[in-house]
């Protein structure tokens, strides 16, 4: 009979999760504080294109990818810069809307005098070439710096922090999860619910706070 020839198992390496040594999950929201405290910082080092940027991300609650690719016709009109703005959000392809407020009219408008443009170029061009726009990770290289600037954590905080920013700060004075969905421009309400991480002592708190 054939004697069979065995060979010694392979040694099993332990899998290592992707994710050891890194910090996952949603990041954080942006305090008001944090907010002024990086506005602050942004006018002191006279960076006028990240002040524009920053608050523009505030405002309009875009993903990077939409903010980044808004072109000057999106946000200016009759050489004046618009109260609101509606911009075809790439992920869903469907239209979102936002404010944009005083405060981010007046860095945009700052920034756009230097930067100058047609309308149909890009509000934040990419320093490569005029005809491509900022990266998505120069984006983020950039909030890493300014949040780094101001004491924070950068791990902790990314671009969607500045989505996530004004809809919590909304959700949080008002509970009302319908504004913040139309807002962020989520096709269902779970999507909003998870994005916003509410959970049941949220909702208890909203309910203790309203006597009959």
């Keep these: 009979m054939e004697k ?17 040594g890194k910090m996952v999950g949603a990041k954080r929201a942006l305090k008001e504080k944090h907010v002024w405290a990086i506005r602050f910082w942004l006018g002191s080092e006279q960076r006028v294109r ?21 072109r000057i016709g999106d946000i200016v009109t009759s050489g004046q810069v618009r109260h609101r703005a509606m911009v075809v959000q790439q992920k869903t392809r469907r239209p979102v809307q936002f404010e944009i407020t005083e405060t981010t009219r007046e860095s945009v408008r700052a920034w756009l005098e230097h930067r100058g443009g047609g309308l149909n170029e890009y509000v ?7 005809k491509a726009h ?35 700060m909304i959700y949080k004075r008002t509970g009302n999860i319908r504004a913040v969905q139309i807002l962020l421009g989520h096709t269902k309400l779970d999507s909003t619910v998870r994005y916003l991480g509410v959970d049941v ?7 203790e706070a309203t006597d009959l």
């Excluded at 002040?51 to 808004?70: E, M, T, Y």
């Excluded at 934040?124 to 005029?130: E, K, M, N, T, V």
């Excluded at 002592?201 to 309910?207: G, N, R």
Aim: charged share 25%.
């Design 50 to 70: 990240d002040r524009a940027l920053f608050d523009l991300a505030l405002d309009s609650k875009l993903r990077g990818c939409d903010l980044v690719s808004l």
């Design 124 to 130: 934040f061009p990419s320093r490569l070439s005029a």
């Design 134 to 168: 900022l990266s998505t990770r120069q984006y983020a290289r950039l909030l890493d710096q300014w949040v780094q600037a101001v004491g924070l954590i950068p791990g902790e905080y990314g671009t969607h922090s500045l989505r996530r920013t004004k809809v919590a």
């Design 201 to 207: 002592e949220d909702a208890l708190a909203l309910s």
């Design 4 to 20: 069979k020839t065995r060979f010694p198992s392979p040694t099993l390496k332990a899998s290592v999760p992707w994710n050891v």
